[in-house]
């Protein structure tokens, strides 16, 4: 289905094609179709899938009526960065990625995410971009190198260390992008309670690269929790974490996980 909604929407292509729109439009109302007629036992099986999906923040919900907008963020399926109503922890990590590469190298990128904590904390990420090709070949290939602008959010009582991109390291510096992929720097901006740690992370076709971000990060003793968010449109991660050099949890994040160490 991805390969045939891609080739509608970029093949011959046209300032003011509706190839995209009618295709998709066409698709919209076969579910609409589909949903209407299923059965009562298809639309309980729909109804759980919708659930899980909220669950995991693949759905994301905005109304305009402020009471029931009220209600959705409660649930956390608003989209923003603040934790699920009642959590309480003290580190929390949230990597954001954005493709700008104008292609589809999402679809064969993998990460896997390990974070080590001592008195000092060191997230590393590694990617894997399996793509064939660098870049995309319409219409039987999309993805290409993948060009990654790459967030990390953290507490904002977090003071970074470092930051390094394969063997280069970064130095923090504000990004102009007016020059394009500037990746000799990273910057930090402040927003509530978050910081976030922006750069570029380029990730070639057949090749693998690590993020390697060293920061300090306040602690009361020897206890310590994290909130760790997954990005919504990632389908899950391996993640590792590491605490005063005792593994504490290893497992697949495929939604907002509190991991707790007493």
């Given at each position: 289905f991805y390969n045939l909604a891609q080739k509608y929407a970029e093949s011959g292509f046209f300032p003011g094609s509706t190839q995209k729109r009618d295709f998709l439009g066409a698709v919209g109302e076969a579910v609409k179709w589909r949903v209407r007629t299923a059965s009562w036992r298809e639309k309980?099986?729909?109804?759980r899938i919708v659930w899980d999906q909220l669950q995991k923040k693949q759905i994301l919900i905005w109304v305009k009526e402020q009471r029931i907008e009220a209600k959705v963020k409660r649930f956390g399926w608003g989209g923003d960065l603040g934790p699920s109503a009642g959590s309480g922890f003290g580190d929390y990590l949230y990597i954001v990625e954005s493709n700008l590469g104008a292609n589809k190298a999402n679809c064969c990128v993998s990460r896997e995410v390990v974070q080590e904590v001592g008195?000092?904390?060191k997230v590393t990420i590694k990617y894997k971009n399996t793509n064939e090709f660098a870049n995309p070949k319409p219409p039987l290939f999309w993805g290409g190198n993948y060009i990654d602008y790459l967030r990390v959010v953290v507490p904002k009582t977090v003071e970074v260390k470092s930051v390094r991109?394969?063997?280069?390291?970064?130095?923090?510096?504000?990004?102009?992008?007016q020059y394009g992929i500037q990746e000799d720097r990273?910057?930090?901006?402040?927003k509530d309670q978050f910081k976030t740690i922006g750069f570029w992370a380029v990730v070639p076709?057949?090749?693998?690269?690590s993020v390697e971000l060293v920061y300090a990060l306040p602690r009361l003793g020897k206890t310590y929790s994290v909130l760790v968010k997954r990005q919504p449109g990632?389908?899950?991660f391996p993640y590792k974490l590491v605490v005063d050099g005792k593994l504490v949890f290893s497992g697949v994040v495929d939604r907002d996980l509190i991991i707790d160490k007493n």
């Open positions: 309980l099986g729909m109804a008195e000092e904390t991109v394969g063997d280069r390291q970064l130095t923090e510096k504000q990004l102009d992008n990273y910057q930090v901006e402040e076709a057949q090749n693998s690269v990632i389908e899950g």
